[in-house]
């Protein structure tokens, strides 16, 4: 086996321990922006510090909203919201079951 094959040398164990910590560093970055990476519709907004309300339901046959999610989960805990209510927002092609919307859905499930 040659020496340049061989880890015997000092240089290619830095050489190799180098490497292992610049592929460590490359990997924790890609983590940090995959974890913080924002989905427009799943459910995570662009900005979350400045809810816009969106949401509309149909309640006692009359059109309500607009609603941000926090409310959303207002009208859940007071059983004017449950997943066989009739939900709309922006991008919808119409009328949805909220069981139907995930991130409304996801709201009816928190707020029992």
Do not use: R
């Not at 059109?63 to 927002?89: D, H, I, N, Q, R």
Request: with cysteine; glycine share 8%; hydrophobic share 40%.
């Amino acid at each position: 086996m040659s020496d340049y094959n061989s880890f015997n040398t000092i240089d290619h164990l830095v050489e190799f321990g180098m490497g292992i910590a610049i592929a460590q560093q490359m990997v924790n970055t890609m983590n940090h922006c995959i974890g913080n990476m924002k989905i427009p519709g799943a459910g995570n907004e662009l900005a979350p510090n400045n809810p816009t309300p969106k949401y509309h339901i149909l309640a006692n046959d009359a059109v309500a909203g607009p609603f941000t999610e926090e409310e959303l989960g207002t009208l859940a805990k007071a059983k004017t919201l449950t997943s066989e209510t009739m939900v709309w927002k922006p991008g919808l092609n119409g009328w949805m079951q909220a069981k139907n919307v995930p991130e409304v859905h996801k709201v009816i499930m928190l707020n029992p």
